[in-house]
């Protein structure tokens, strides 16, 4: 099986423990992902996820 993913370059990630990680290009190989909030009125970077995140091997 190739474990090989596509890279979406109009999505930056660097969570390489990701299912979706596109390894070395740091980049997303979803079509598009969705965005959460931790909180219910976020103010900084920290109250925001991304919620398409699905864990995976690394």
Excluded: R
């Amino acid at each position: 099986m190739n474990d090989k993913k596509t890279c979406n370059p109009s999505i930056k990630c660097s969570v390489d423990t990701c299912a979706y990680h596109s390894g070395a290009q740091n980049c997303c190989s979803l079509n598009s992902i969705k965005v959460g909030c931790c909180d219910c009125a976020p103010t900084k970077c920290e109250g925001t996820e991304c919620a398409s995140f699905k864990l995976g091997a690394k």
